[in-house]
């Protein structure tokens, strides 16, 4: 299994209160992806990075925020959490060497905003 | 606008038969595919790629086809087995481009026995 953890693994809050998941990998893979899985919806993008400090919007960035300064270690920020924000919160990381193409995700975090 | 898209949310199929999961692309940029399954409260797995250079690519019960012309590619389990009960997701990138990998949203899969 890909060396990825993610904490906390379940997180209740306010709204308006803000949060931080931490996503961290002992794989040095230079991308590294938030996602977040809804019904209906499948796995949507939120940020990615593409190494440290370089980082992307996905396709539903909006009110989330990201970082990398190690290349281990992706935090994606909820600045003032809401409702819609509700959801299981995945880390990917993959590397572009070769023939790889895949990517790998952690357990995920199931974080419910109140 | 979905740029990978399973048009069937569910799919219930007898075990020792076919599963054949299906999903459609938008983006001519894109070439690798890859095929996805996931359990509850787990998060995905990688299960098979192809190359938008091949057609088929086959390992083991699991094999994928790609259809660049039509965009559509499929995966076909045989034979099915109920512990492949999960949902399957495919998801597509452009290596050459941002490697941003666009899932579509799922297929769930029951397999009866």
């Known amino acids: 299994d890909a060396g990825i953890t993610q904490s906390p693994r379940h997180k209740v809050t306010e709204t308006g209160t803000p949060v931080t998941l931490r996503c961290h990998q002992t794989e040095n893979h230079r991308y590294m992806y938030w996602y977040r899985q809804d019904p209906g919806h499948g796995l949507r993008l939120i940020h990615y990075?593409?190494?440290?400090?370089?980082?992307d919007k996905g396709e539903v960035s909006d009110g989330y925020s990201v970082s990398r300064s190690k290349t281990e270690d992706f935090l994606l920020t909820l600045e003032s959490a809401t409702s819609s924000q509700t959801s299981v919160y995945f880390c990917?990381?993959?590397?572009?060497?070769?023939?790889?193409?895949?990517?790998?995700f952690g357990q995920g975090t199931r974080l419910t905003v109140v | 606008d979905q740029q990978v898209k399973q048009n069937s949310p569910s799919l219930s199929v007898q075990e020792g038969r076919i599963s054949i999961l299906n999903c459609d692309y938008t983006?001519?940029?894109?070439?690798?595919f890859l095929w996805y399954k996931k359990y509850p409260a787990e998060g995905p797995t990688f299960l098979i790629s192809?190359?938008?250079?091949?057609d088929k690519n086959e390992d083991g019960r699991f094999t994928v086809f790609l259809n660049k012309s039509a965009k559509h590619l499929s995966l076909h389990i045989v034979p099915s087995q109920p512990g492949d009960s999960a949902v399957y997701f495919c998801?597509?990138?452009?290596?050459?481009?941002?490697?941003?990998?666009?899932f579509g949203t799922g297929t769930r899969l029951k397999v009866l026995a």
């Open positions: 990917a990381i993959s590397e572009s060497r070769g023939q790889s193409t895949e990517a790998f």
């Open positions: 998801a597509a990138i452009g290596k050459s481009g941002t490697y941003k990998y666009i």
């Open positions: 983006n001519s940029m894109f070439d690798y």
């Open positions: 192809i190359s938008s250079i091949k």
């Open positions: 990075s593409y190494g440290v400090k370089d980082t």
